[in-house]
């Protein structure tokens, strides 16, 4: 059985080889970038399984390598950082991390998160190969096979947990989810962060969709409860 591929990033040798000896020991095999464009450059050449990428980098912070991948990979990310403030964490977040955590923290924890992250990763995935019919509305077209949504017969680029959402609300069309019940689909159990991430990925999904030219807002908000599906004909809502 082949062993699962990891990408550490950090700028500081020691933590990147404390990290190594925890993934070692789990039978992960490791490869190492100090800076955000040799982060990239393996990115682009190896197919990893998880990449643990520290924001503080010398060249490009952690937050500009996430955009970067995310622009043509959905490989899990998790997130490490010395900074605990919860505006900072709701940013990781909501532009395309899996998960974020902060140092200090202990080996099993943070082994821990890997393996959820990844085991997540794997359904999505494996959701991909399920025989799901397109699905059709106003001027939006989901394709959940191949993980596309095309507005106004354009393709438009979602993260992984943005398209997670868009198919989530699309399937339950007439249900109302409140942002525990949104960030329990997303993340699962294990999330104990802000549930305010869910506004930043449903503001991307609507800042996205409006510059595509949908006429309406395909997220509608339910003042004190949360969100719901809008399949079109609702041409603008005050939020």
């Keep these: 059985m082949s062993k699962l591929q990891v990408l550490v990033v950090d700028d500081e040798w020691n933590m990147r080889n404390l990290l190594r000896i925890y993934l070692t020991k789990e039978g992960f095999e490791v490869k190492e970038a ?45 997130m490490l950082t010395a900074r605990s403030e919860t505006k900072d964490k709701v940013y990781g977040l909501g532009i395309g991390a899996d998960d974020y955590l902060t140092k200090p923290f202990e080996p099993e924890e943070f082994i821990a998160r890997v393996y959820s992250i990844i085991r997540r990763s794997a359904i999505t995935h494996s959701s991909v190969q399920l025989q799901e019919p397109t699905m059709e509305f106003q001027g939006i077209r ?59 990925h449903i503001k991307n999904i609507r800042d996205k969709a409006l510059k595509a030219g949908l006429p309406y807002n395909p997220i509608q908000t339910v003042w004190g409860v949360g969100y719901k599906f809008n399949r079109g004909g609702v041409l603008s809502e005050k939020e």
């Excluded at 998880?50 to 952690?62: A, E, F, Q, R």
């Excluded at 622009?71 to 998790?78: G, P, R, S, T």
């Design 34 to 78: 100090s800076n955000g464009h040799e982060a990239l450059s393996l990115a682009g050449k190896h197919a990893f399984d998880i990449i643990i990428l520290d924001v503080m980098l010398p060249d490009m912070d952690g937050w500009q390598v996430c955009k970067a991948i995310r622009e043509h990979d959905q490989v899990a990310i998790l």
């Design 142 to 200: 989901i394709f959940p096979e191949a993980r596309e949504v095309y507005i106004q017969d354009l393709q438009v680029d979602f993260t992984q947990k943005e398209f997670d959402l868009i198919l989530a609300f699309a399937k339950s069309q007439q249900r109302v989810f409140n942002r525990e019940e949104l960030v329990s689909l997303l993340w699962g159990y294990e999330h104990t962060g802000d549930f305010r991430v869910i506004d930043t």
